[in-house]
């Protein structure tokens, strides 16, 4: 999916669930960079097409270990250790990246090393991730609207 679709979605996601958390200001941009975080690994992404990124490019390919649960995991870990306020959101938003990126028809290895493929049919650019896109501009006004609303 393009980086728009994964910043929508990560911005619903973190809109839901910043009523549950103590931090919402801390937690809700988190969720929003790391929801297209994974995408380091591509030369062509908005992320991966910063110089910070040419490293994580030599060493790995897109949709390897990166998009996977395992990095999620383990980076979540690392992040918990040094920022323990950042790694939850930093989870969500990696997660919910992975998860939409399933759908996807290049699809991710969820659980990396193992070879399993989770994959599907919506083309990266194409109608359905554009579909997707709008859908979670629209859910993410409602829920803009609602927070809105209650602060009345």
Known sequence: MIWKTHVAIGLAVALYFSTQVTKPLIFIPIVLFSSFFPDVDSGFS?????KIAAPVQAMT??????????????LSFIIAFFY??????????????LFADSFTVQGIRPFWPLKGVSKGIVATGGKIDKVIFYTFVLVDLILLGTMAYSLI
């Not at 390919?61 to 383990?74: F, P, V």
């Not at 323990?84 to 990246?97: D, E, K, M, Q, R």
């Open 84 to 97: 323990p306020i950042l790694a939850l959101p930093f989870f969500v938003g990696y997660s919910f990246h």
């Open 46 to 50: 908005y992320i991966g097409r910063k």
């Open 61 to 74: 390919e897109h949709r390897g270990i990166i998009h996977s649960y395992t990095a999620a995991i383990i």
